[in-house]
C-alpha cells in the first residue's frame, strides 16, 4: 500500500522561507510524477507544483511561479516544495499526490492516485 508522508508546514512570517518534504513509502512500480496541491479553508484543492518522477520535467501554477521550486531526491523517493517570499495568500493545508501511470495533465487532482495527509502553512502579514 502507498503511504505519502508530508513534513515541514509550521508558521511563519509573511516574506520567509519553507521547504515541505513528502516521502512516498510502498510504490511498487515507478510512478509518472508526483505533485503538491493545496487547498485553503472553504476552498477548492487547488495545483501549485509537479515533477516527473525522472525529474527532467517541473510545471507550477502562475500564482507561485518564481517563489516556489519542486525538486526530488531520487533515492529517498523524495519530492520537495521549496517556498520563497511566502504570502498571506499562500496560507493552506499542502498535499503531496503521486500519479501512478502516465498522463499529459498534472494540474487536476483527479489525475492522481494516492494522497498524503497534508502539512498545514500558515502565513502571518
Known amino acids: 500500500q502507498v503511504k505519502l508522508v508530508e513534513s515541514g508546514g509550521r508558521n511563519v512570517q509573511a516574506g520567509s522561507s519553507l521547504r515541505l518534504s513528502c516521502t512516498a513509502f510502498?510504490?511498487?512500480?515507478?510512478?509518472?510524477?508526483m505533485g503538491w496541491f493545496r487547498q485553503a479553508p472553504g476552498k477548492d484543492r487547488v495545483f501549485v507544483a509537479a515533477?516527473?518522477?525522472?525529474?527532467?520535467?517541473?510545471y507550477s501554477a502562475d500564482s507561485v511561479k518564481g517563489r516556489f521550486t519542486v525538486s526530488k531526491d531520487s533515492a529517498k523517493d523524495t519530492v520537495f516544495l521549496t517556498m520563497n517570499n511566502l504570502k498571506p495568500e499562500d496560507t493552506a493545508v499542502y498535499y503531496c499526490?503521486?500519479?501512478?501511470?502516465?498522463?499529459?495533465?498534472?494540474?487536476?487532482?483527479?489525475?492522481?492516485?494516492?494522497w498524503g495527509q497534508g502539512t498545514q502553512v500558515t502565513v502571518s502579514s
Open positions: 510502498g510504490l511498487t512500480s515507478r510512478p509518472n510524477a
Open positions: 499526490a503521486v500519479q501512478a501511470d502516465y498522463s499529459p495533465i498534472y494540474h487536476t487532482p483527479p489525475e492522481y492516485d494516492y
Open positions: 515533477i516527473t518522477w525522472t525529474g527532467e520535467n517541473t
